[in-house]
């Protein structure tokens, strides 16, 4: 059974840092694209970083490039993203995802499978 379970998630202030946690479970996931999306309230859902489980190929969108790093531990089997310089609109629910084949810069290809969410408040 494919399992993404999301942990890191808490109240930080701005310009503080954070760094959620995608424990990957029930999948050989060095085939599969993993990535991270967020859902801040009454805003559409936004892929934001993956990361090829082949090559280790990363990808940013301009929103987060520079403050935010995708890694992975394959000894734990558990992808990283690393959030730094939080700023009050990075406020969103955050989501690990992975699908089956590589990753790319875009993130229109669906996701198939998805955890459960960890909220992300950044707030004085």
């Known amino acids: 059974q494919v399992q993404l379970v999301e942990s890191g998630g808490g109240l930080v202030q701005p310009g503080g840092s954070l760094r959620l946690s995608c424990a990957l479970s029930g999948f050989t996931w060095h085939f599969y694209a993993i990535a991270w999306f967020r859902q801040a309230p009454g805003k559409e859902r936004e892929g934001i970083s993956s990361?090829?489980?082949?090559?280790?190929?990363?990808y940013y969108a301009d929103s987060i490039k520079g403050r935010f790093t995708i890694s992975r531990d394959n000894a734990k089997n558990t992808v990283y993203l690393q959030m730094n310089n939080l700023k009050p609109e990075d406020t969103a629910v955050y989501y690990c995802?992975?699908?089956?084949?590589?990753?790319?810069?875009?993130?229109?290809?669906?996701?198939?499978?998805w955890g459960q969410g960890t909220q992300v408040t950044v707030s004085t």
């Open positions: 995802a992975g699908r089956p084949g590589p990753a790319n810069s875009d993130f229109v290809v669906p996701y198939d499978y």
């Open positions: 990361i090829d489980g082949s090559s280790g190929t990363t």
